[in-house]
């Protein structure tokens, strides 16, 4: 029983292709993340949605889209994919509330583009 | 704006030793969390602890333990005779208690236990 799924987990495309990442949860929290982990290793929000609505949105190109149909999901669409978006890219979910608000991550989608 | 800080970032040892994972962070909240997460070689993000910024109890499960310490920004984490399976890269993380609540990752700190 997956608490946080993404889909795919590795994604190799050519540049200047369009894709989307899914993920999926089902932990009934209402908050969810998506971050970028770069070749470093560095970690970076990039957006959340709360209840289906965008709270956060980091300085990310949009050619970025993060689309939330419900609160159990969160999807990722890139246009026009470059060579710096090779990435990992993990899902998060929690419940956003006054105490404790763990992020449960996903497994991470290695994103190539070549 | 909020910060953290990983100065180490690679430390190797050889099994058994104790070893410290340093984690300094900035923030004008006076009121925050702070956790530690583990990224194993398979890629994944293992939660391991977090710690509200009221609390400044220390923490022990196990091998590992938490030194928190307001007065000095510091959130250090200690392996206790440490084993191969504890090789990984180690995150601490910082996030606001209201508001967003986005993590803000260090820059991690590679771990490798040598047999």
């Known amino acids: 029983d997956t608490a946080v799924s993404q889909t795919p987990k590795y994604l190799v495309t050519q540049m200047g292709n369009d894709k989307s990442i899914k993920c999926e949860q089902n932990l009934g929290h209402d908050t969810m993340y998506w971050y970028k982990q770069d070749s470093k290793k560095f970690l970076k929000i990039m957006f959340s949605y709360n209840n289906k609505e965008l709270i956060i949105n980091e300085t990310v190109p949009n050619r970025f889209s993060p689309k939330s149909p419900d609160k159990a999901h969160l999807n990722l669409h890139i246009n026009s994919l470059e060579l710096g978006d090779s990435a990992v890219y993990f899902c998060?979910?929690?419940?956003?509330?006054?105490?404790?608000?763990?992020?449960?991550f996903g497994p991470g989608t290695r994103l190539t583009v070549l | 704006a909020q910060k953290v800080t990983q100065a180490q970032t690679e430390i190797s040892v050889v099994e058994k030793e104790d070893v410290t994972l340093d984690c300094v962070y900035e923030?004008?909240?006076?009121?925050?969390?702070l956790f530690w997460y583990k990224q194993p070689p398979s890629g994944e993000l293992v939660f391991l602890i977090r710690?509200?910024?009221?609390?400044?109890q220390n923490e022990i499960s196990g091998r590992y333990s938490w030194n928190f310490q307001k007065s000095t920004s510091s959130f250090n984490f200690t392996i206790t005779a440490s084993q191969v399976v504890d090789s990984a890269v180690y995150f601490c993380a910082l996030s606001e208690i209201q508001g967003a609540q986005k993590l803000v990752f260090g820059q991690g700190t590679r771990l490798t236990i040598n047999p």
């Open positions: 998060a979910s929690s419940r956003r509330g006054q105490e404790y608000n763990e992020q449960f």
């Open positions: 710690r509200n910024s009221f609390d400044e």
């Open positions: 923030t004008r909240d006076t009121t925050y969390y």
